[in-house]
């Protein structure tokens, strides 16, 4: 499967090739910002349409990496510069490729160091396609941690009062994960003599070394996924960082952590992945109730937000680990969704913070009846959120469900429970900010939304109608892979650990697949 | 293609309604969704006359693939069967003059497209619930009404009450519904699949199948059965989940009558006939259903006879009379479930929007004490009022006395004691249900006036957009019962529900006529008790009601305040759960989890003074390995089960 030339590597290296012209740049200071401005988003237009035009020509019935691409780097060692997509990594590409134009289009309310902005925040969406594309675990590590550096500036610079409390944070958490998975790979290269995830998921680990390669991969993963108690770092980064920093953390960097445990720890690590299961769903129903009702009790828009993205992540680490086709598709399908909605309901915090307003639920109110539009676009995303039937956030939440129901019924019913709790926090938060009176002078004279920030929205609404009514067109992408995955999974730990199946007798809860 | 008309005519005019203003303004708006609303129920009833002619069998309406993962494979689809179609023909009418009426009573209102936006858009999601071929279209349906209702509830976004009212209504909505989703869940673990054709087919080879749960094991189709109808109970405001539908009255009436009376709570009901071949072979789920089904009706009986909102006792009757149709339904008496669903569609919205006549004359008052004498002044108001409420009291020839008849009628001939639990409390309800209407009808009517002067001045009838569509419903309520009777629920019920319902052969549907006469006769005795007790109480002896609360204090507390339902779940819940979730968030996350990066980072940051700061960190460590040995439990018991 290719198209004649590396489109992965050049999607991966296109946003540098901006960081170059943006830094060959001279002139008075407005014109280099406005110049820089620009610039970033024809470079992330380019890369968005190369990403349309990779979703065209893949082939979702071809099972493996298409577009692959490797070239000799430490020979000898095994370890090649190796990209590929599959229908897993895929879609992560398409939302990093969807969202950076958005959030480029929202860091126009940057004034400061605009340029310098501008080349982090390339760099950023550089290294971040590289992750997702990597077929390498070495390449995949050196971009994982490579995201850090252009984050950790975005956040450091350009972030809100507590920004380098809030960096320290991020770094450190993220670090010390990191070191351990530095350790695993080293195992893992020593053992498979190869660095090719292909290689690497075929090459057998001994089960009792498959647990400390697993605990490795948790601390790293867990970390970026903000799976509880490891999340605190999240709340901090979210709220201090600038605007767009939040879309990319929030929407796509988050997603690491969930891709790492589907791309490394499952199918690499089954059994110590089936042992760990009940661990991980209490932590995806710690996560779910703990962090919902922390949501419950913040006084702050953006903050709020924020927790809820790590409730979600709750139900997404339950999905991975019920290794059912279901559950499995419904935590891709909610990274995704996820990744849009937040984004949006982030976006909606921007539009209030650029009108000079501050996020604290106590101080808005009533916005309903000056910002129309503005009040459906934050309601729709917020429903989505909750996942109502029609928007996105509702088939990943009940494909997990379903998912989770195929393994326990009290991780069906506790993993739901943000059902009744994101409705709670969620719809204070609405009526906080969208409804009842006025709390101060000031607010009535608000303006509806700018044309830019339509520019930003719109595809985000409609994003998430799309994946609510056809999902269809995103599930069939990675159906393949993950069938594939939850095989080998059910091959791999049998017949040392059957699913406990409730239903008895007669009911074969077999794992169907189409 | 009159189904697909009929169910997206609505969608189109709530988009046209919400987006159009700027193109259309303000009355075009409004009365293009009006006339789409005609459009959806002309051919609503049209295609339900047409399946009645071809003599039914119709295929569903395949439109989309909508989820496709594994073998989970819902569609947008649109189910047409006898059930699907009834429900179908009666929604888009009633909400087609509810549309109208809202033209006249909404008249005033600066945002009304948007309302009619809300309105269209609700009609919508109900029609896709009433024509689901799976549970998850369903459950689309199901939660988008629930959306509207918030909406709705939440429309005068201005009020704090109604804010609270709004998000109450989604709250306890979600419970049910995750109860409902859960239960989904588990159908499609036990059939594989979650279309209603595929589930039906297979539940002769699932009878036996256990689920175990709580330690023990159960029928797998009784959990499925008792799941689903949590969440209709959620919907259907049955009592434990009812708290939402009085406050609910926040909302504009034509809200009431639409969403909270005629169609959106009867989707409970509707749920539960709908699952009728997989429940008949759940009997346990059944009897909760006629317990919650009877209780509920006794319950909200009781707190309807001394509420002073009109609004409100009207609400409370709503309540009572969805229990009556889960007592039937429970008892597998389905068919007849059905025939009061249409009936209580009719005549329920009836007496909401003729209430809204009322409030409309007095400025917005909803204290029927602050009534009184106003029949003389708003005439066909009056006369209306009065054929709802002898339908709902159940007095021939008015529908409620069919249906309701033949509910207790059903529940006599069980000869269970569940059976006989239900009849004694609807009888109980039945007599009830008279006094607290009557009450209603003579404090607003009849009696002095004890109308504030300034409002007296202004009182008038209704504007003829709002007459118009009472009048209608009036014929309905009178006619509905002795009408569908024959069809619905005589001796050619089975031919015209066809296999849209699942009635065991051997059930009490046919035994409904061989009751003695004296318990046949004694739901309409009951019934004119009831009507007799408030005349003397408000027309007689207008000093007895005062001094009956006083001779019974608690217990006329005890209903004035609800059954305390709401404190209770205040005191036991909501501010415990606010409570929770600050003390988690300060305590849990700021002080426990960060207190060991903070510590190791001042313990690095500061080694000068590490003994000091060693100990400061210990504190949050020991906290944090308590949090670490809780989620160790929570695992082992996730393991072990």
């Given at each position: 499967?290719?198209?004649?030339?590396?489109?992965?590597?050049?999607?991966?290296?296109?946003?540098?090739?901006?960081?170059?012209?943006?830094?060959?740049?001279?002139?008075?200071?407005?014109?280099?910002?406005?110049?820089?401005?620009?610039?970033?988003?024809?470079?992330?237009?380019?890369?968005?349409?190369?990403?349309?035009?990779?979703?065209?020509?893949?082939?979702?019935?071809?099972?493996?990496?298409?577009?692959?691409?490797?070239?000799?780097?430490?020979?000898?060692?095994?370890?090649?510069?190796?990209?590929?997509?599959?229908?897993?990594?895929?879609?992560?590409?398409?939302?990093?490729?969807?969202?950076?134009?958005?959030?480029?289009?929202?860091?126009?309310?940057?004034?400061?160091?605009?340029?310098?902005?501008?080349?982090?925040?390339?760099?950023?969406?550089?290294?971040?396609?590289?992750?997702?594309?990597?077929?390498?675990?070495?390449?995949?590590?050196?971009?994982?941690?490579?995201?850090?550096?252009?984050?950790?500036?975005?956040?450091?610079?350009?972030?809100?009062?507590?920004?380098?409390?809030?960096?320290?944070?991020?770094?450190?958490?993220?670090?010390?994960?990191?070191?351990?998975?530095?350790?695993?790979?080293?195992?893992?290269?020593?053992?498979?003599?190869?660095?090719?995830?292909?290689?690497?998921?075929?090459?057998?680990?001994?089960?009792?070394?498959?647990?400390?390669?697993?605990?490795?991969?948790?601390?790293?993963?867990?970390?970026?996924?903000?799976?509880?108690?490891?999340?605190?770092?999240?709340?901090?980064?979210?709220?201090?960082?600038?605007?767009?920093?939040?879309?990319?953390?929030?929407?796509?960097?988050?997603?690491?952590?969930?891709?790492?445990?589907?791309?490394?720890?499952?199918?690499?690590?089954?059994?110590?992945?089936?042992?760990?299961?009940?661990?991980?769903?209490?932590?995806?129903?710690?996560?779910?109730?703990?962090?919902?009702?922390?949501?419950?009790?913040?006084?702050?828009?953006?903050?709020?937000?924020?927790?809820?993205?790590?409730?979600?992540?709750?139900?997404?680490?339950?999905?991975?680990?019920?290794?059912?086709?279901?559950?499995?598709?419904?935590?891709?399908?909610?990274?995704?969704?996820?990744?849009?909605?937040?984004?949006?309901?982030?976006?909606?915090?921007?539009?209030?913070?650029?009108?000079?307003?501050?996020?604290?639920?106590?101080?808005?109110?009533?916005?309903?009846?000056?910002?129309?539009?503005?009040?459906?676009?934050?309601?729709?995303?917020?429903?989505?959120?909750?996942?109502?039937?029609?928007?996105?956030?509702?088939v990943g939440e009940i494909l997990v469900i379903v998912g989770a129901m195929k393994v326990n019924f009290w991780v069906s019913l506790l993993g739901g429970m943000g059902m009744v709790l994101g409705a709670a926090f969620m719809l204070v938060m609405l009526r906080a900010v969208l409804f009842d009176k006025f709390t101060r002078p000031g607010l009535e004279s608000l303006k509806d939304l700018r044309p830019a920030e339509y520019a930003m929205l719109v595809p985000l609404a409609v994003m998430t109608l799309w994946l609510g009514i056809y999902p269809v067109s995103f599930t069939h992408i990675f159906d393949g892979p993950v069938t594939a995955l939850v095989q080998a999974h059910v091959a791999a730990v049998q017949p040392a650990a059957v699913l406990p199946a409730a239903v008895q007798p007669g009911v074969a809860v077999a794992m169907e697949t189409k | 293609m009159?189904?697909?008309?009929?169910?997206?005519?609505?969608?189109?005019?709530?988009?046209?309604?919400?987006?159009?203003?700027?193109?259309?303004?303000?009355?075009?708006?409004?009365?293009?969704?009006?006339?789409?609303?005609?459009?959806?129920?002309?051919?609503?009833?049209?295609?339900?006359?047409?399946?009645?002619?071809?003599?039914?069998?119709?295929?569903?309406?395949?439109?989309?693939?909508?989820?496709?993962?594994?073998?989970?494979?819902?569609?947008?689809?649109?189910?047409?069967?006898?059930?699907?179609?009834?429900?179908?023909?009666?929604?888009?009418?009633?909400?087609?003059?509810?549309?109208?009426?809202?033209?006249?009573?909404?008249?005033?209102?600066?945002?009304?497209?948007?309302?009619?936006?809300?309105?269209?858009?609700?009609?919508?999601?109900?029609?896709?619930?009433?024509?689901?071929?799976?549970?998850?279209?369903?459950?689309?349906?199901?939660?988008?009404?629930?959306?509207?209702?918030?909406?709705?509830?939440?429309?005068?976004?201005?009020?704090?009450?109604?804010?609270?009212?709004?998000?109450?209504?989604?709250?306890?909505?979600?419970?049910?519904?995750?109860?409902?989703?859960?239960?989904?869940?588990?159908?499609?673990?036990?059939?594989?699949?979650?279309?209603?054709?595929?589930?039906?087919?297979?539940?002769?080879?699932?009878?036996?199948?256990?689920?175990?749960?709580?330690?023990?094991?159960?029928?797998?189709?009784?959990?499925?059965?008792?799941?689903?109808?949590?969440?209709?109970?959620?919907?259907?405001?049955?009592?434990?989940?009812?708290?939402?539908?009085?406050?609910?009255?926040?909302?504009?009436?034509?809200?009431?009558?639409?969403?909270?009376?005629?169609?959106?709570?009867?989707?409970?009901?509707?749920?539960?006939?709908?699952?009728?071949?997989?429940?008949?072979?759940?009997?346990?789920?059944?009897?909760?259903?006629?317990?919650?089904?009877?209780?509920?009706?006794?319950?909200?009986?009781?707190?309807?006879?001394?509420?002073?909102?009109?609004?409100?006792?009207?609400?409370?009757?709503?309540?009572?009379?969805?229990?009556?149709?889960?007592?039937?339904?429970?008892?597998?008496?389905?068919?007849?479930?059905?025939?009061?669903?249409?009936?209580?569609?009719?005549?329920?919205?009836?007496?909401?929007?003729?209430?809204?006549?009322?409030?409309?004359?007095?400025?917005?008052?909803?204290?029927?004490?602050?009534?009184?004498?106003?029949?003389?002044?708003?005439?066909?108001?009056?006369?209306?009022?009065?054929?709802?409420?002898?339908?709902?009291?159940?007095?021939?020839?008015?529908?409620?006395?069919?249906?309701?008849?033949?509910?207790?009628?059903?529940?006599?001939a069980t000869h269970t004691s569940m059976g006989f639990y239900g009849w004694a409390c609807g009888v109980f309800t039945a007599g009830l249900t008279a006094f607290y209407i009557s009450r209603l009808f003579l404090l607003t009517f009849h009696t002095e006036s004890r109308v504030a002067p300034e409002v007296a001045a202004h009182v008038h009838e209704s504007p003829v957009t709002m007459l118009g569509p009472i009048v209608l419903l009036a014929f309905g309520a009178l006619s509905s019962g002795f009408l569908l009777r024959n069809a619905f629920i005589g001796h050619g019920f089975a031919a015209f529900w066809g296999a849209s319902i699942a009635v065991d052969p051997n059930s009490i549907m046919t035994q409904i006529d061989g009751i003695p006469a004296w318990a046949a006769m004694s739901p309409l005795a009951a019934g004119i008790v009831g009507i007799g007790v408030?005349?003397?109480?408000?027309?007689?002896?207008?000093?007895?009601?005062?001094?009956?609360?006083?001779?019974?204090?608690?217990?006329?507390?005890?209903?004035?305040?609800?059954?305390?339902?709401?404190?209770?779940?205040?005191?036991?819940?909501?501010?415990?759960?606010?409570?929770?979730?600050?003390?988690?968030?300060?305590?849990?996350?700021?002080?426990?989890?960060?207190?060991?990066?903070?510590?190791?980072?001042?313990?690095?940051?500061?080694?000068?003074?590490?003994?000091?700061?060693?100990?400061?960190?210990?504190?949050?460590?020991?906290?944090?390995?308590?949090?670490?040995?809780?989620?160790?439990?929570?695992?082992?018991?996730?393991?072990?089960?």
């Amino acid at each position: 499967m290719g198209v004649g030339f590396p489109i992965l590597s050049l999607m991966i290296f296109l946003p540098l090739v901006g960081v170059a012209f943006l830094a060959t740049l001279r002139g008075d200071e407005a014109a280099v910002a406005r110049n820089a401005r620009w610039g970033a988003l024809w470079s992330s237009v380019v890369s968005l349409g190369l990403g349309i035009f990779l979703w065209l020509k893949f082939d979702p019935s071809v099972a493996g990496y298409q577009f692959a691409e490797s070239d000799t780097w430490l020979s000898g060692l095994d370890v090649q510069y190796r990209v590929g997509v599959d229908g897993i990594s895929l879609f992560l590409v398409e939302l990093t490729v969807f969202l950076s134009p958005i959030a480029i289009l929202a860091s126009w309310s940057i004034t400061r160091r605009v340029r310098d902005f501008m080349i982090f925040f390339l760099l950023l969406e550089s290294v971040t396609l590289g992750m997702f594309c990597a077929t390498d675990f070495v390449i995949f590590y050196i971009f994982f941690e490579a995201v850090l550096i252009p984050m950790y500036f975005i956040i450091g610079i350009w972030g809100g009062e507590r920004r380098i409390y809030a960096t320290v944070k991020f770094f450190l958490f993220t670090m010390a994960g990191s070191v351990l998975m530095l350790v695993a790979l080293v195992w893992m290269w020593h053992n498979a003599g190869s660095t090719d995830l292909t290689v690497l998921t075929r090459t057998k680990i001994p089960p009792d070394v498959q647990t400390w390669l697993f605990v490795a991969f948790l601390a790293s993963f867990g970390v970026k996924a903000a799976v509880w108690p490891l999340h605190t770092w999240l709340p901090d980064a979210y709220a201090e960082a600038p605007l767009p920093g939040t879309i990319m953390l929030a929407a796509v960097l988050s997603k690491m952590g969930a891709y790492g445990f589907i791309r490394f720890a499952v199918p690499m690590l089954p059994q110590a992945s089936q042992a760990a299961a009940p661990l991980m769903f209490a932590l995806g129903v710690v996560a779910v109730i703990y962090i919902s009702l922390v949501a419950l009790a913040q006084t702050d828009m953006k903050r709020l937000v924020a927790y809820s993205s790590v409730a979600h992540m709750g139900v997404i680490v339950i999905g991975i680990f019920t290794f059912t086709v279901e559950g499995i598709e419904g935590a891709l399908f909610q990274m995704l969704s996820h990744g849009i909605i937040i984004a949006g309901l982030f976006v909606c915090t921007g539009v209030l913070l650029s009108r000079g307003e501050d996020t604290a639920l106590s101080r808005l109110g009533g916005l309903a009846a000056v910002m129309p539009v503005f009040a459906t676009l934050l309601m729709l995303f917020s429903l989505a959120s909750m996942g109502l039937p029609g928007t996105s956030g509702f088939v990943g939440e009940i494909l997990v469900i379903v998912g989770a129901m195929k393994v326990n019924f009290w991780v069906s019913l506790l993993g739901g429970m943000g059902m009744v709790l994101g409705a709670a926090f969620m719809l204070v938060m609405l009526r906080a900010v969208l409804f009842d009176k006025f709390t101060r002078p000031g607010l009535e004279s608000l303006k509806d939304l700018r044309p830019a920030e339509y520019a930003m929205l719109v595809p985000l609404a409609v994003m998430t109608l799309w994946l609510g009514i056809y999902p269809v067109s995103f599930t069939h992408i990675f159906d393949g892979p993950v069938t594939a995955l939850v095989q080998a999974h059910v091959a791999a730990v049998q017949p040392a650990a059957v699913l406990p199946a409730a239903v008895q007798p007669g009911v074969a809860v077999a794992m169907e697949t189409k | 293609m009159l189904t697909e008309i009929a169910v997206f005519a609505p969608l189109a005019g709530a988009v046209f309604a919400g987006l159009g203003r700027p193109a259309l303004g303000k009355q075009g708006a409004i009365w293009v969704s009006i006339l789409l609303m005609v459009v959806s129920a002309v051919a609503g009833v049209a295609d339900f006359y047409q399946y009645e002619v071809t003599g039914g069998g119709w295929a569903p309406l395949h439109l989309a693939i909508w989820v496709s993962v594994g073998s989970f494979t819902p569609d947008w689809a649109l189910r047409q069967d006898t059930l699907s179609l009834v429900v179908v023909a009666m929604v888009s009418v009633v909400s087609m003059l509810i549309h109208v009426y809202s033209a006249g009573y909404m008249a005033h209102d600066k945002t009304v497209p948007r309302f009619f936006a809300y309105l269209s858009l609700f009609t919508f999601a109900m029609l896709m619930l009433a024509t689901a071929n799976n549970l998850l279209q369903l459950f689309f349906g199901w939660e988008g009404v629930g959306l509207v209702s918030y909406l709705l509830i939440g429309y005068w976004y201005e009020k704090p009450s109604a804010n609270a009212a709004a998000i109450k209504a989604f709250i306890v909505n979600r419970v049910g519904d995750l109860a409902f989703a859960v239960g989904i869940a588990l159908t499609y673990l036990v059939f594989n699949t979650i279309d209603f054709d595929g589930i039906f087919a297979a539940v002769p080879a699932h009878l036996a199948d256990k689920y175990a749960l709580f330690g023990s094991v159960f029928p797998a189709l009784e959990v499925i059965g008792v799941l689903l109808f949590i969440g209709a109970m959620g919907k259907s405001a049955q009592i434990v989940l009812h708290t939402w539908l009085a406050d609910a009255m926040e909302g504009p009436t034509p809200v009431s009558a639409l969403i909270h009376a005629a169609t959106m709570v009867a989707a409970g009901v509707f749920l539960v006939v709908r699952m009728s071949p997989l429940l008949n072979h759940a009997p346990g789920a059944l009897s909760f259903v006629t317990f919650i089904g009877a209780t509920t009706a006794l319950f909200a009986g009781t707190v309807g006879c001394v509420q002073n909102d009109i609004k409100r006792i009207i609400a409370y009757s709503t309540c009572s009379q969805l229990g009556y149709m889960f007592l039937a339904a429970g008892l597998g008496a389905y068919p007849v479930a059905m025939f009061h669903l249409i009936n209580h569609a009719f005549f329920k919205a009836l007496l909401f929007l003729a209430a809204g006549s009322v409030i409309h004359a007095m400025s917005d008052e909803q204290d029927i004490r602050k009534m009184g004498g106003l029949g003389r002044k708003l005439p066909i108001t009056y006369g209306v009022m009065l054929c709802g409420a002898l339908a709902l009291a159940g007095i021939p020839p008015f529908s409620g006395y069919f249906s309701k008849d033949a509910i207790l009628g059903a529940a006599f001939a069980t000869h269970t004691s569940m059976g006989f639990y239900g009849w004694a409390c609807g009888v109980f309800t039945a007599g009830l249900t008279a006094f607290y209407i009557s009450r209603l009808f003579l404090l607003t009517f009849h009696t002095e006036s004890r109308v504030a002067p300034e409002v007296a001045a202004h009182v008038h009838e209704s504007p003829v957009t709002m007459l118009g569509p009472i009048v209608l419903l009036a014929f309905g309520a009178l006619s509905s019962g002795f009408l569908l009777r024959n069809a619905f629920i005589g001796h050619g019920f089975a031919a015209f529900w066809g296999a849209s319902i699942a009635v065991d052969p051997n059930s009490i549907m046919t035994q409904i006529d061989g009751i003695p006469a004296w318990a046949a006769m004694s739901p309409l005795a009951a019934g004119i008790v009831g009507i007799g007790v408030a005349a003397w109480f408000y027309i007689l002896a207008p000093e007895m009601p005062a001094r009956a609360a006083a001779r019974f204090n608690g217990l006329y507390l005890f209903l004035l305040n609800k059954w305390y339902f709401d404190e209770v779940y205040d005191a036991l819940l909501v501010r415990p759960a606010l409570r929770l979730a600050k003390l988690i968030w300060h305590v849990g996350d700021e002080q426990m989890i960060d207190g060991v990066p903070n510590g190791l980072a001042h313990l690095t940051a500061d080694a000068s003074s590490q003994t000091v700061k060693l100990q400061t960190g210990s504190i949050a460590l020991y906290a944090f390995i308590m949090l670490v040995g809780l989620l160790g439990f929570l695992s082992l018991f996730l393991w072990i089960r």
